[in-house]
């Protein structure tokens, strides 16, 4: 059955793609994700300078997903310009980045534009690096106003990931005005973990962001109440693992999915997703345009 879908501005093969920070910081491993089947795929985010994050351990899995505090570590747009052009062809390359306000946004998407990704993906919700991330995400008028910097900017579609613990209508129609096409929900929620034998937090930043099946309920209603809400598409992100869960986003209103967590276990989940979307869609008749949204009262 054909998957093809149209998000936010970008024809996809399928509605998978490959969220920000998962095996994103190489051409090399972007096109490993695209022959695992990825309708998309969105780079590691990327910011003004060369940050090297937070000390160890930065990340841990838990009964339910992973804790992670990388800190936004990255190479800075100047160098990795080499790499999003090298990852560019056979599916659209959505390029994340942060800033600490939004002229730094400006900045990165100015100079990333040199690499012609096929979108930028606006990371205002990053839970664990002090002065970027949820530290903006939070005030609706910054959300606004780097938006609006990026689209004024630069000539692809702009997507805004949200954090959860935000208000995310208040937020996402912050982004709309902005000038977003799309609303990415949601990113990691904070969250911690203590070592019982040492009496200390196992994250080396003490706290971190949690994702995997823990966080899905949450980011699936935070899917639901945007897509009631704004006009622009919403591209849901948050423990999908499986066929069923990526279901249940495009019945909420999802227009595509991310993926993360979940390719820890299996590098071709985007494939066993899409070939579990296609069945049902076989099995009851129907198209992805039939489905999307259909849970939404």
């Known amino acids: 059955m054909n998957l093809t879908t149209n998000a936010a501005g970008l024809k996809l093969r399928n509605p998978t793609i490959l969220a920000a920070g998962i095996l994103g910081s190489t051409a090399a491993s972007l096109k490993r994700v695209i022959r695992g089947g990825a309708g998309a795929v969105v780079t590691k985010s990327i910011g003004v300078v060369p940050r090297e994050g937070h000390p160890g351990p930065v990340m841990i899995k838990t009964e339910h997903g992973f ?6 570590a990255n190479p800075s747009y100047h160098e990795f310009i080499h790499e999003l052009k090298k990852a560019k062809g056979e599916v659209p390359v959505i390029a994340s980045i942060f800033g600490s306000n939004a002229e730094e ?5 100015l100079g990333l534009s040199e690499a012609d990704p096929d979108a930028f993906e606006l990371n205002v919700s990053c839970p664990h690096a002090e002065g970027y991330g949820i530290s903006l995400g939070r005030d609706p008028k910054a959300v606004e106003n780097i938006t609006r910097a990026v689209k ?3 000539d692809v579609p702009v997507w805004v990931k949200l954090a959860p613990l935000a208000d995310v209508i ?20 904070p969250a911690m973990a203590i070592d019982i034998e040492s009496c200390f937090p196992v994250l080396g ?12 309920p949450v980011a699936l209603k935070c899917v ?3 897509y009631d809400a704004l006009d ?25 999915i991310e993926i993360g967590s979940a390719v820890y276990d299996d590098i071709e989940v985007f494939r066993h997703i899409s070939d579990g ?3 049902y869609l076989q099995k009851n008749e129907c198209s992805l345009e039939d489905i999307h949204g259909v849970a939404v009262r």
């Open 224 to 226: 639901y109440d945007l």
């Open 170 to 189: 208040e937020t996402g129609l912050a982004a709309q005005s902005g000038g977003a096409e799309a609303i990415v929900a949601i990113n990691t929620i």
């Open 152 to 154: 004024k900017a630069v």
């Open 67 to 72: 804790l992670n505090a990388i800190g936004l």
């Open 277 to 279: 979307i296609s069945r």
């Open 205 to 216: 930043n003490i706290s971190g962001g949690l994702s995997g099946a823990a966080i899905k």
């Open 105 to 109: 946004f400006r900045e990165v998407a």
């Open 232 to 256: 622009i598409d919403i591209i849901g992100v948050g423990g999908i693992s499986s066929w069923r869960d990526a279901i249940e986003f495009i019945m909420a209103g999802a227009s595509a």
